[in-house]
């Protein structure tokens, strides 16, 4: 019985610790739990602030948003042009009021947010052209790779850090090669001269020479694309064919083959073909 006794007063002081220790930790614990969750609702808040100040500082475009975007930085340098189309496209008239100038710029319709890209287009049409029923009134344009005799649809990228870099590229090839080539077709007379003696060789452009110089300027012009034509041969060999058909049976309408449309205009106009 004295031993059992002393057991029970021994132990017991031990178990008194014991819950005191499961006492103290259970304390320590939940204030840990509690710091815990105080800490992750207050990151959370903190998160939810920050990533709505970053939304507001960096807006995320999409990638036609971002086409536009560039488009009209790029418009803003040329304030002579009329914006259209929230500046995919820029347009002027000449001074005499009969030519209109046109940059347009294509989105790549596979555009998606790590690559968006776009290719740069010329146009000048002719309303007078246009009511004389020549060649729709077009006169001369394209691509811009081509047209420089650069890199055929080369497209320029917006995404990422290339974006600054391709507006300021494009801006400056239409101040150093566009705009001064709007600038020739101001004057006629002068620009047509210009276009016969060069190396531009443009079927496009025999029916401006047509238009605005006539037949002699335009036979000048003819025959220089078909002395430097690749397709020379066929050329010649389709023009005399056309001799044994009538004129009005003719159709500008139909193109037989690259350059086939401008060889029928040059038959029917009376432009020949000069013999070495």
């Given amino acids: 019985m004295p031993i059992q006794l002393h057991i029970q ?3 017991g002081p031990m178990k008194n610790l014991q819950y005191l220790r499961l006492y103290i930790f259970g304390i320590v614990g939940t204030w840990c739990i509690v710091s ?3 800490h992750v609702f207050t990151d959370k808040v903190i998160f939810k602030r920050n990533t709505a100040l970053f939304r507001r500082t960096f ?3 999409k990638p036609r948003e971002l086409c ?3 488009w009209q930085e790029i418009a803003s340098k040329f304030p002579d042009f009329k914006v259209v189309s929230k500046g995919q496209k820029l347009k002027k008239t000449s001074k005499n009021k009969d030519l209109i100038f046109e940059i347009y710029f294509q ?3 596979n555009n998606y947010a790590d690559s968006v890209e776009f290719v740069p287009h010329i146009a000048i049409y002719s309303k007078s052209m246009k009511k004389a029923n020549i060649h729709n009134g077009f006169v001369y344009g394209g691509e811009l790779g081509r047209l420089l005799n650069r890199t055929e649809w080369h497209w320029y990228q917006l995404a990422g850090a290339s974006y600054q870099y391709t507006v300021d590229e494009v801006s400056k090839l239409c101040e150093e090669y566009i705009i ?3 600038e020739d ?3 006629t007379e002068r620009n047509i001269e210009k276009l016969i003696e060069e190396d531009i060789n443009d079927h496009n452009l025999l029916y401006y020479i047509y238009h605005y110089g006539g037949k002699d300027k335009a036979q000048q012009y003819f025959n220089k694309i078909i002395k430097n034509s690749e397709l020379r041969s066929m050329y010649i060999d389709f023009y005399n064919q056309l001799k044994e058909i009538p004129k009005e049976n003719i159709s500008l309408g139909v193109s037989e ?4 449309t401008m060889i029928e205009f040059a038959y029917i106009n009376g432009i020949i073909i000069e013999e070495e």
């Fill in 9 to 11: 007063v021994g132990f």
């Fill in 36 to 38: 815990k969750i105080t």
């Fill in 59 to 61: 807006t995320i475009l």
């Fill in 68 to 70: 536009e975007k560039a």
């Fill in 107 to 109: 989105a790549n319709r």
């Fill in 180 to 182: 001064p080539l709007f």
């Fill in 185 to 187: 077709f101001e004057d």
């Fill in 257 to 260: 083959f690259y350059g086939s």
